[in-house]
């Protein structure tokens, strides 16, 4: 139902008192994630249960060289049991973690990268459904090699593809369904945006979405 008495803008906040959680049942406590069953009572006096997905955080990079391209990965996800196109990424390590040293440090560790000059160019609720999970998707530009690393990759990692592929065929993959990666494809269509009409990114030590 709309209610045009009220025209919101981007910025406007609504007001969430009135959502209150009257009880929460840890599930299952992870090192990723925890899922809690939540009592919600509504404006409206109305109650219901929701599972929620709680998780820590991560970061994503659009890392793109003086040849307008973006480096990709192929990596196995197991809840899918597919190799999917996806940004170099990874978790906020521990809470308070900086952002920026993170996606630094997950662009150098999956990719080899780099990068003199960061933004931040998007920030996503990957599946509000559910989960509360953010992300933070940086733009990373000035890119050169990093030296050999102590890093070791495992398991899924142990057989990533790393690939610069051409912008525009990165935006064509979105649409014909080659990439499906939600967080992926975010950072792709921004960045196209962003270089062919221009725009203001923020900071790359933009405070961290709450």
Same mark, same amino acid.
């Given at each position: 139902m709309t209610d045009d008495r009220a025209?919101?803008?981007f910025g406007d906040i609504r007001d969430t008192s009135q959502y209150v959680v009257t009880d929460t049942n840890v599930r299952y406590n992870g090192p990723i994630f925890d899922l809690q069953t939540q009592q919600i009572t509504f404006p409206d006096g109305s109650t219901a249960s929701r599972d929620v997905v /709680?998780?820590?955080g991560a970061v994503a990079v659009v890392a793109l060289d003086d040849q307008q391209r973006i480096t990709l990965i192929s990596q196995y996800r197991p809840a899918v049991a597919q190799f999917l196109w996806e940004l170099p990424a990874g978790l906020l390590d521990k809470p308070g973690e900086d952002p920026v040293?993170?996606?630094a440090r997950e662009l150098a560790e999956?990719?080899?990268l780099q990068a003199s000059t960061w933004h931040?160019?998007?920030d996503t609720v990957s599946a509000p459904g559910?989960?509360?999970e953010r992300v933070r998707v940086y733009f990373a530009t000035?890119? /050169?090699a990093v030296g050999d690393s102590s890093f070791i990759r495992q398991a899924e990692e142990a057989?990533?593809?790393v690939r610069p592929m051409p912008l525009d065929e990165c935006v064509a993959a979105v649409y014909s369904g080659a990439i499906v990666n939600c967080i992926t494809i975010a950072g792709i269509l921004a960045v196209e945006r962003y270089l062919r009409v221009g725009g203001k990114l923020r900071p790359a030590d933009t405070p961290w979405p709450t």
């Open positions: 025209p919101l803008l /709680s998780h820590g040293a993170a996606a999956e990719v080899s931040t160019l998007v559910f989960c509360d000035g890119l /050169s057989d990533l593809i």
